[in-house]
């Protein structure tokens, strides 16, 4: 099966507020991954990174706001922050009222008390000759350092009641 590439991606980013959780400052176990904001990670968590390589002709790379934690320019890093000290079929609590995105680890999606989820997977167009993609540490699923990488997400939105 051939398979394109759409010609850029453009994504935005949100980041947990530190007032989000006004009686929980810490991540619920389980077995994903989030962004890295900042210097370091949450308790429970470890850090990695993924490399891309971006493409070198007609490279569109741009960037702007509040960003995760890595390096953005001509390739692109990015840092994340990823946990497997719980089962993913075993519920955790977070935040309902809006839909947001967590990445697998290494197991299928972290379930999430009161969310329908659903796998969504975005893969890349990397730099075709010389690409030195890379990972490092704990990373997202799908992602293996070779050409063309891939991210696997999981999209979390609120359960409707009839």
Same mark, same amino acid.
């Given at each position: 099966?051939?398979?394109?590439?759409?010609? *850029?991606?453009?994504?935005?980013?949100?980041?947990?507020?530190? *007032?989000?959780?006004?009686?929980?400052?810490?991540?619920?176990?389980? *077995?994903?991954?989030?962004?890295?904001?900042?210097?370091?990670?949450?308790?429970?968590?470890?850090?990695?990174?993924?490399?891309?390589?971006?493409?070198?002709?007609?490279?569109?790379?741009?960037?702007?706001?509040?960003?995760?934690?890595?390096?953005?320019?001509? *390739?692109?890093?990015?840092?994340?922050?990823?946990? /497997?000290?719980?089962?993913?079929?075993?519920?955790?609590?977070?935040?309902?009222?809006?839909? =947001?995105?967590?990445?697998? =680890?290494?197991?299928?999606?972290?379930?999430?008390?009161?969310?329908?989820?659903?796998? /969504?997977?975005?893969?890349?167009?990397?730099?075709?000759?010389?690409?030195?993609?890379?990972?490092?540490?704990?990373?997202?699923?799908?992602?293996?350092?070779?050409?063309?990488?891939?991210?696997?997400?999981?999209?979390?939105?609120?359960?409707?009641?009839?």
């Amino acid at each position: 099966m051939s398979r394109s590439f759409g010609r *850029n991606f453009k994504f935005f980013y949100c980041t947990r507020s530190p *007032n989000e959780f006004s009686s929980r400052r810490s991540w619920p176990i389980g *077995n994903y991954c989030i962004l890295k904001q900042g210097y370091s990670c949450p308790s429970g968590f470890e850090t990695g990174s993924v490399y891309w390589d971006d493409e070198d002709s007609d490279n569109g790379n741009g960037h702007g706001g509040i960003l995760p934690s890595g390096s953005f320019g001509g *390739n692109t890093r990015i840092n994340y922050c990823c946990r /497997e000290d719980g089962h993913y079929n075993e519920e955790v609590q977070l935040p309902t009222s809006r839909p =947001f995105y967590l990445l697998r =680890f290494t197991s299928p999606c972290q379930m999430v008390q009161g969310m329908y989820v659903r796998e /969504e997977n975005v893969k890349f167009d990397d730099e075709d000759h010389n690409n030195k993609n890379s990972v490092s540490g704990k990373y997202p699923m799908g992602a293996n350092g070779g050409r063309n990488q891939e991210l696997l997400y999981c999209y979390y939105s609120p359960l409707t009641s009839t």
